[in-house]
């Protein structure tokens, strides 16, 4: 496909346009700058939440994103996809998790809470990965508010006792001390396919960077899925293209390889 045919990019945030000193390089700024002015979409796709996305999108001016790992999306402020979990099925794993004394996020579009107070693996997670504040323990034993992804901490073996408690929901490591918690069949590009869908785009007219296992989806889907060269080597087979490391102008050069810049 030609560049022309290109019509938007989408970009996951940790791994991808943040770098591993939650820097985003200079040449992606640029890149970003450029397609914008030629008039060409640019979202951000991330398992983040609304919250912790904020300052990413504020500082490169970009008001769109598929977030939660697809289960809520916004354009230009309008929320155009939205998919919490059930409230039954929130209770019954906040009971499971809880048999083992395992910490969990709870992740609103406005609130992030967690179960357990000052919990080591937490804090390793939020200040060196998403540069957060631990998250406040959470005041009652339930969330009163929408929960659409839970972060679990539990070792890498016990992951397999979730999924086989709960086939309906999906067990993704996003982090050696961590996994992802969402709807089974639930992906990126769920979002993905609602901003598409609701911007008349065509998948084939659509890129997207990755370098998470959170992002296999997403690349498959599009027209172009770029994996970035810093990709965990088992996306890689889900691109079309790898590019360079993120730190070595990999946003820029994968964007030049294809026309777009």
Known sequence: MHAPDYKIVFFDIDGTLL????RIPDSSREAIRRLRESGIEVVLATGRAPTHLAPIAKDL???SFVCLTGSHAVYRGRVIHDRPLAPDLVRQFIEAASEYDDAL???GTKE???????HPHVRETFANWLRYEEPEPLPQRLPEFPVYQFLLYCPLEREAVYAERFPNLSVIRWHPLSSDIIPRGASKAAGVEAMLQ???????????FGDALNDREMLSYVG?????????EELKPYARLVTDHIDDDGVYRGLQRIGLL
């Open 19 to 22: 770098n591993k000193q939650g």
């Open 61 to 63: 001016g970009i008001d």
């Open 105 to 107: 996020v709870y992740l």
């Open 112 to 118: 992030v809470f967690g179960s357990h107070a000052a």
């Open 198 to 208: 609701h911007l008349g785009i065509a998948p084939e007219e659509a890129v997207a």
């Open 224 to 232: 172009m899925g770029i994996a970035m060269g810093n990709a965990h």
